[in-house]
């Protein structure tokens, strides 16, 4: 019978434009992988209708282990406070294959 | 006279109909990356046309061309940028992203002063096309220089600790906004159609002409469609932006057609036709190669004052009155 463990899924809503440097950071920080999905909505910059690039906007996954947490969300806090809108949640979740989400993509 | 030809123009009718289809609340929705093709292929269309014809031209006045237009490129953004900050309504961050979209280019305004003149019947050059696809990129490089500088003043009145952790400094480095800059996708598309247009045997050409020529009206017209849409969700935001930079938002376009329209006819000696555009790439705001550039680079600047300015009050301003406008300016100062 298959295991679970927990782990810590990190959900960031940003702009498409931010993506490499999303992508970037989380190789800095040996995150194991990430999944963008495009996104609509609106909110406090206004509508996101995704028809023109620079109003499209993307929901980004990561899923890492706890100790790797606080250090991700610093970053991503420094990155608000030089003024890009990002919204971010986090939730608990449960993995089968811990190992998978502790070793670092390329 | 030509003013009303202007909005009898299909392509410009059907920007009418997406500004108002967006007014009355209409259910209609493109679907989602229709205005991204559609503007791949208007500007491989015009690209390859373009190409093909300058492959006849004259190498001096190309290069001629090219020197005026990155002498616009440049200025223009300073221009805008001391008049945003003249007026003191916006911070000097904002100010840098607006001027950058003013010095930049818009296809879609250029492409329908091309609806506009074919319209008319009056011939123009083929260098202008040249101008838009160097006109691109110099607006942005000047706008990153006035963010650094407005960022640099910024840090000395408030000194707060810089972190050299995640990217070296604010924002994102300078060389790879550069790069961003110059191998931009409508640059790209642009100047490699344009390329392989003034290569390519004519025979080539000639087998490409249903692609690039008997359907290229049609595709403008449901590019403007969608783009009269997208406009139309920005006037929404008119309040947001304030008389001001509204006044900025129409007077901007006005002073860089004058310049673009001298430019032309002065300096450059087009014909009506051929300074008309070039008045137009003066006049134009981008809103597709800008403002993600903005939003990367500057993300302290508010981004629904530049958009609502590019796409809500110039590109339609343009369209509408600012090309007939330029096209009168131009044969006056022809006629004199």
Request: charged residues 15%; aromatic residues 10%.
């Given at each position: 019978m298959a295991n679970l463990y927990p782990h810590k899924l990190v959900n960031i809503i940003s702009l498409d434009v931010l993506q490499d440097k999303l992508a970037e950071m989380f190789r800095r920080h040996g995150v194991s992988g990430y999944t963008i999905i495009r996104v609509r909505g609106e909110g406090g910059s206004g509508e996101?209708?995704?028809?023109l690039d620079f109003e499209a906007n993307i929901m980004v996954k990561v899923i890492v282990p706890e100790e790797k947490l606080q250090r991700l969300l610093d970053g991503l806090q420094r990155q608000i406070d030089k003024g890009y809108h990002l919204t971010i949640f986090v939730s608990d979740v449960e993995v089968i294959s811990p190992e998978k989400f502790s070793t670092p993509f390329k | 006279m030509s003013s009303f030809s202007n909005l009898l123009i299909p392509a410009v009718l059907f920007f009418a109909l997406g500004v108002i289809a967006r007014v009355i609340k209409s259910d209609l929705r493109f679907p989602p990356d229709l205005a991204k093709v559609l503007s791949i292929y208007l500007l491989m269309a015009i690209g390859l046309h373009g190409g093909y014809e300058l492959g006849k031209a004259d190498l001096a006045t190309a290069m001629n061309a090219i020197f005026w237009a990155l002498v616009l490129g440049f200025s223009m953004p300073i221009i805008g940028y001391l008049a945003l900050v003249v007026t003191r309504k916006v911070s000097p961050m904002d100010a840098a992203a607006i001027s950058a979209h003013y010095g930049s280019v818009s296809a879609g305004t250029f492409l329908t002063a091309i609806a506009f003149l074919d319209n008319s019947q009056v011939t123009y050059e083929s260098y202008p096309l040249i101008m838009l696809a160097v006109m691109e990129s110099p607006a942005i490089i000047v706008g990153l220089l006035l963010a650094a500088m407005a960022r640099k003043q910024l840090a000395a009145k408030d000194p707060r600790p810089v972190?050299?952790?995640?990217?070296?400094?604010?924002?994102?480095k300078f060389s790879s906004l550069l790069h961003e800059a110059f191998t931009n996708g409508s640059v790209v598309v642009l100047i490699g159609s344009m390329v392989i247009g003034a290569i390519s045997q004519p025979s080539g050409i000639e087998k490409l002409k249903p692609f690039i020529d008997d359907i290229f009206m049609g595709a403008l017209c449901l590019f403007l469609f969608e783009m009269g849409m997208e406009a139309a969700r920005r006037i929404r935001e008119f309040k947001k932006v304030g008389p001001v930079l509204a006044i900025f938002g129409v007077a901007m376009p006005i002073i860089g057609g004058i310049v673009g329209a001298l430019v032309g006819v002065m300096?450059?000696?087009?014909?009506v036709g051929g300074a008309t555009l070039v008045a137009v790439l003066g006049a134009s705001a981008s809103y597709i190669a800008v403002p993600p550039a903005m939003r990367l680079a500057?993300?302290?600047?508010?981004?629904s004052f530049y958009l609502t300015l590019s796409l809500g009050i110039t590109f339609p301003f343009n369209v509408l009155v600012g090309i007939p406008l330029y096209y009168w300016f131009v044969q006056y100062l022809v006629g004199t």
């Amino acid at each position: 019978m298959a295991n679970l463990y927990p782990h810590k899924l990190v959900n960031i809503i940003s702009l498409d434009v931010l993506q490499d440097k999303l992508a970037e950071m989380f190789r800095r920080h040996g995150v194991s992988g990430y999944t963008i999905i495009r996104v609509r909505g609106e909110g406090g910059s206004g509508e996101a209708a995704g028809t023109l690039d620079f109003e499209a906007n993307i929901m980004v996954k990561v899923i890492v282990p706890e100790e790797k947490l606080q250090r991700l969300l610093d970053g991503l806090q420094r990155q608000i406070d030089k003024g890009y809108h990002l919204t971010i949640f986090v939730s608990d979740v449960e993995v089968i294959s811990p190992e998978k989400f502790s070793t670092p993509f390329k | 006279m030509s003013s009303f030809s202007n909005l009898l123009i299909p392509a410009v009718l059907f920007f009418a109909l997406g500004v108002i289809a967006r007014v009355i609340k209409s259910d209609l929705r493109f679907p989602p990356d229709l205005a991204k093709v559609l503007s791949i292929y208007l500007l491989m269309a015009i690209g390859l046309h373009g190409g093909y014809e300058l492959g006849k031209a004259d190498l001096a006045t190309a290069m001629n061309a090219i020197f005026w237009a990155l002498v616009l490129g440049f200025s223009m953004p300073i221009i805008g940028y001391l008049a945003l900050v003249v007026t003191r309504k916006v911070s000097p961050m904002d100010a840098a992203a607006i001027s950058a979209h003013y010095g930049s280019v818009s296809a879609g305004t250029f492409l329908t002063a091309i609806a506009f003149l074919d319209n008319s019947q009056v011939t123009y050059e083929s260098y202008p096309l040249i101008m838009l696809a160097v006109m691109e990129s110099p607006a942005i490089i000047v706008g990153l220089l006035l963010a650094a500088m407005a960022r640099k003043q910024l840090a000395a009145k408030d000194p707060r600790p810089v972190d050299l952790d995640d990217d070296g400094g604010s924002g994102t480095k300078f060389s790879s906004l550069l790069h961003e800059a110059f191998t931009n996708g409508s640059v790209v598309v642009l100047i490699g159609s344009m390329v392989i247009g003034a290569i390519s045997q004519p025979s080539g050409i000639e087998k490409l002409k249903p692609f690039i020529d008997d359907i290229f009206m049609g595709a403008l017209c449901l590019f403007l469609f969608e783009m009269g849409m997208e406009a139309a969700r920005r006037i929404r935001e008119f309040k947001k932006v304030g008389p001001v930079l509204a006044i900025f938002g129409v007077a901007m376009p006005i002073i860089g057609g004058i310049v673009g329209a001298l430019v032309g006819v002065m300096v450059l000696e087009f014909s009506v036709g051929g300074a008309t555009l070039v008045a137009v790439l003066g006049a134009s705001a981008s809103y597709i190669a800008v403002p993600p550039a903005m939003r990367l680079a500057v993300p302290e600047a508010n981004p629904s004052f530049y958009l609502t300015l590019s796409l809500g009050i110039t590109f339609p301003f343009n369209v509408l009155v600012g090309i007939p406008l330029y096209y009168w300016f131009v044969q006056y100062l022809v006629g004199t």
